[in-house]
């Protein structure tokens, strides 16, 4: 079972570059989100979707877009990267939720911009 | 979203027992609490979820106090791989927010 997959593990971006990191998940779980963590913190949330097409702001969504297409894909497109979005990445997707919601992360993508 | 408090750090001796507090007094009556821990280098992984009673699973145990304003995750016998940070988080079922959590050392 792949879970939540993550690509690429690890990315250098120049500043103002822009790029995708891609988030999928094999487990038709409804409800997808996209988490950063800079070091010696705990997560912050950027994005969520709760289903194909519907997304939302989570805590830190300036300087992020995101996209949901399909069940299993979840996207975060930064445009204009900026040093202070170096930071671990984490996509997590959950079950449709009803009180409790266990998420499932994806190992994480490291990006630094300089 | 429950604001939590952990305590930044707590060491355990291995095979004892370790009790993770956790206060969350701001939680509404349906948030449940959550408690995830993440590995050095890994994305977070759940460990044990409950509402008002207490929960086991293979993975740990949840002490919930009756006025649900704190909680307590036990692991029953550390080892030294439970050594990572431990989060304890009350929140909507659309947001779950993750403080800074507890980070967990484990002494052989």
């Known amino acids: 079972n792949a879970g939540v997959t993550q690509t690429p593990k690890f990315r250098i971006l120049k500043i103002g570059q822009s790029m995708t990191l891609q988030c999928t998940q094999d487990m038709n779980h409804n409800y997808m989100y996209w988490y950063r963590q800079d070091p010696g913190m705990g997560l912050k949330l950027i994005y969520y979707?709760?289903?194909?097409?519907?997304?939302d702001k989570g805590e830190v969504p300036n300087g992020y877009n995101v996209s949901r297409s399909t069940t299993e894909d979840f996207p975060l497109r930064l445009e204009l990267a900026a040093p202070s979005q170096t930071s671990v990445y984490f996509c997590?997707?959950?079950?449709?939720?009803?009180?409790?919601?266990?998420?499932?992360f994806g190992a994480g993508s490291r990006l630094t911009v300089l | 979203d429950a604001k939590t408090t952990q305590p930044n750090s707590m060491e355990s001796n291995e095979e004892e027992p370790v009790h993770l507090p956790c206060n969350h007094s701001t939680i509404s009556g349906t948030d449940y609490i959550h408690w995830y821990r993440q590995l050095p280098s890994q994305g977070p992984e759940y460990v044990i979820h409950?509402?008002?009673s207490n929960v086991n699973n293979r993975m740990a145990s949840l002490a919930i106090a009756e006025d649900r304003k704190s909680s307590t995750l036990i692991l029953h016998r550390a080892t030294l791989r439970d050594a990572a940070v431990y989060y304890c988080i009350g929140g909507s079922a659309r947001q779950l927010t993750f403080g800074s959590g507890t980070q967990l050392t484990v002494l052989p």
């Open positions: 409950g509402l008002t």
């Open positions: 979707s709760v289903g194909a097409g519907i997304t």
């Open positions: 997590a997707s959950s079950p449709k939720a009803s009180g409790a919601n266990v998420l499932t």
